[in-house]
Every structure is written in structure tokens, then in C-alpha cells.
């Protein structure tokens, strides 16, 4: 019975023009009888493969924290199917596109570059390391720069000394080797000698 409901969810996918005289529109209908055999069968040995596919579709109709759900659940119900490596890649894929399209949304960030570093701790020689070594790096440099540009914010906009301060200190705790630390530094100094915030 699942072979078959995998035969026809394929046949679906890959010629989505109609069934029995009902004309297909989306991939939704499509999505759902992948869904429906996963449901069926959720440890099935197809199960990893078609929970690829359903994470690509999804991918597909731009819902990428959809598919990231289905690609961790994978990880988590399959961490040893060869489709797990897959599945690692192609979320920290997703992450990486939502934490750079959302460029002011620092947890959104923070989460990305954390599951992108348990990945490549998990998987330490995982074909696709140099990618998402890239993904990381340009993920920590979005992230001092949105910590940099909230302290100059509350310097230079707010105005407010003591919160400039204290997220100059926050700024350094956590980047203190970063391109802006000796300015941070430089400017944090200026503060606690009482000067005023910039304009």
C-alpha cells in the first residue's frame, strides 16, 4: 500500500498536471500525499528520502521555516541515514537565507549560527563544510554588526549615555577581537570620563 501511495505522490511530482480528470494546481496536493505516507509509515525506510522531498517542496513554495521543521525532524528521527548529511546542509541553508533576508533580527542570527556550529561539531567532515563555514562566517559578521550599529543607535539617536555604555560593554564582552573593538573601546572610554553622546 505505501509503495504504491509513494508511486503515484512521485508520478505527481515530477508530471503535476492532472489525476483522474482533476487538474493540479501547486505542489500542496502533491506535498500532502508525501506527508500522508510519512504519517503512514513514519519510520519507514522510505521515510527519510520522502521527507526530503516534501522539505525541497517546501523550499519550492518559499516556506522555508516549514522546511527547516521537516529537515530537523529528519535529523532527529534519522540522525544515521545517509539523507541526515542531506538534511544538515539543507537546513542550515534555509537558516542562513532567513537570518540574511531578516538582517535585524539578531535571534533569528544567533539561532542560525548556532545550528550551523552543531552541525559541523556533529558532522566534522561533512561535504559541505567549506559552504556553511562561509554561511557561518558571514553570519558572525551580521551579528557583530548588528551589536555595533544597537550601541551607536543608543550613542548616537538615543542619546542615552548609561544604555550607550552598557551595550559598548556588551559589545566587548562578546566581540572584543571584531574590526569596531578598538573604536568601541575608544569611545567607551570617552563616556565613563562623562562626554556627552554624539550627535
Given at each position: 500500500?505505501?509503495?504504491?501511495?509513494?508511486?503515484?505522490?512521485?508520478?505527481?511530482?515530477h508530471?503535476?498536471t492532472?489525476?483522474?480528470?482533476?487538474s493540479?494546481?501547486?505542489?500542496?496536493?502533491?506535498?500532502?500525499?508525501?506527508?500522508?505516507?510519512?504519517?503512514?509509515?513514519?519510520r519507514?525506510?522510505?521515510?527519510?528520502?520522502?521527507m526530503?522531498?516534501?522539505?525541497?517542496i517546501?523550499?519550492?513554495?518559499?516556506?522555508?521555516q516549514?522546511?527547516?521543521?521537516?529537515?530537523?525532524?529528519l535529523?532527529?528521527?534519522?540522525?544515521?541515514?545517509?539523507?541526515?548529511?542531506?538534511?544538515?546542509y539543507?537546513?542550515?541553508?534555509?537558516?542562513h537565507?532567513?537570518a540574511?533576508?531578516?538582517?535585524y533580527?539578531e535571534?533569528?542570527?544567533?539561532?542560525?549560527?548556532?545550528f550551523?556550529k552543531?552541525?559541523?561539531?556533529?558532522?566534522?567532515?561533512?561535504?559541505?563544510?567549506?559552504?556553511?563555514?562561509?554561511?557561518?562566517?558571514?553570519l558572525?559578521?551580521?551579528?557583530?554588526?548588528?551589536?555595533?550599529?544597537?550601541a551607536v543607535?543608543?550613542?548616537?539617536?538615543?542619546?542615552?549615555?548609561?544604555?550607550?555604555?552598557?551595550?559598548?560593554?556588551?559589545?566587548?564582552?562578546?566581540?572584543?577581537?571584531?574590526?569596531?573593538?578598538a573604536?568601541?573601546r575608544e569611545?567607551?572610554?570617552?563616556?565613563?570620563?562623562?562626554?556627552a553622546?554624539?550627535r
Amino acid at each position: 500500500m505505501l509503495d504504491r501511495q509513494f508511486r503515484i505522490a512521485n508520478y505527481l511530482l515530477h508530471n503535476n498536471t492532472s489525476m483522474f480528470g482533476w487538474s493540479l494546481s501547486g505542489t500542496d496536493a502533491i506535498r500532502e500525499r508525501f506527508e500522508q505516507i510519512v504519517r503512514n509509515a513514519p519510520r519507514g525506510a522510505q521515510a527519510p528520502e520522502i521527507m526530503l522531498v516534501i522539505g525541497s517542496i517546501r523550499v519550492s513554495e518559499k516556506e522555508l521555516q516549514e522546511a527547516i521543521a521537516v529537515y530537523e525532524g529528519l535529523l532527529n528521527r534519522f540522525p544515521q541515514a545517509p539523507q541526515a548529511v542531506t538534511a544538515a546542509y539543507l537546513a542550515a541553508q534555509c537558516r542562513h537565507e532567513l537570518a540574511v533576508k531578516h538582517s535585524y533580527n539578531e535571534p533569528r542570527c544567533r539561532e542560525a549560527i548556532a545550528f550551523i556550529k552543531a552541525v559541523l561539531a556533529r558532522m566534522p567532515t561533512h561535504p559541505q563544510k567549506t559552504q556553511m563555514t562561509a554561511w557561518l562566517n558571514e553570519l558572525t559578521a551580521l551579528l557583530v554588526e548588528q551589536n555595533y550599529q544597537q550601541a551607536v543607535f543608543y550613542d548616537t539617536k538615543q542619546r542615552n549615555a548609561e544604555a550607550a555604555k552598557a551595550a559598548y560593554r556588551r559589545f566587548l564582552s562578546e566581540f572584543s577581537d571584531s574590526r569596531h573593538a578598538a573604536q568601541v573601546r575608544e569611545r567607551l572610554t570617552q563616556l565613563e570620563q562623562g562626554a556627552a553622546p554624539l550627535r
